[in-house]
């Protein structure tokens, strides 16, 4: 799976990291936290954790990949990163409308989210969440291919 992030290095809307493990347990402790708020019937503020726990998840396979976003929009930034990998593009236009959201209820005009939209968004998150970790697994298994068909081409040159 070959995925080009020039465009985007080049534009210092991310940078190269050194690799680190795909963990998705604080998105995982965000959905719960989202549910929580939920159950208090604080839509708005359950709203924010569920998007948080993709930005978490969306992170975590940025720095599993070797890469963080930097800048002024580093939310922003994210979502242009992950469309890059090709990852549920449904999703990701999804959360970039939420993250547009989000950003008004935490730094300006108030728009208040209603039951019914924060049980979906809490929904999608879930969603998202577990097709990360599915994407990562699938990211992990073509790599050990790659690297085992290399191992076998060398092998033969050797034998040759």
Partial sequence: MKMDFEELLNANKIERV??????????????????????????????????????RASRSLMSFLGYRPIGKEHHKNVFE?????????TLVDYFDSI??????????????????NADVVISKAEDFVHKIRTFVH???????????????????????
Avoid at 34 to 42: I, L, M, V
Avoid at 81 to 89: A, G, P, V
Avoid at 146 to 156: A, P, R, Y
């Fill in 18 to 55: 050194e690799k680190e493990e795909f963990d998705s347990s604080f998105a995982e402790k965000d959905i719960d936290s989202a549910k929580n708020s939920f159950d208090s019937e604080d839509y708005d503020w359950a709203l924010s954790i569920a998007y948080n726990a993709v930005l």
């Fill in 81 to 89: 990163f992950l469309r890059k990998t090709k990852f549920d593009e």
């Fill in 99 to 116: 993250r547009k959201k989000r950003n008004k209820f935490i730094y300006g005009v108030i728009e208040s989210t209603s039951k019914e």
């Fill in 138 to 160: 699938k990211i992990r298994t073509q790599n050990l291919v790659e690297e085992q068909i290399k191992g076998d081409k060398k092998l033969n040159e050797v034998k040759k």
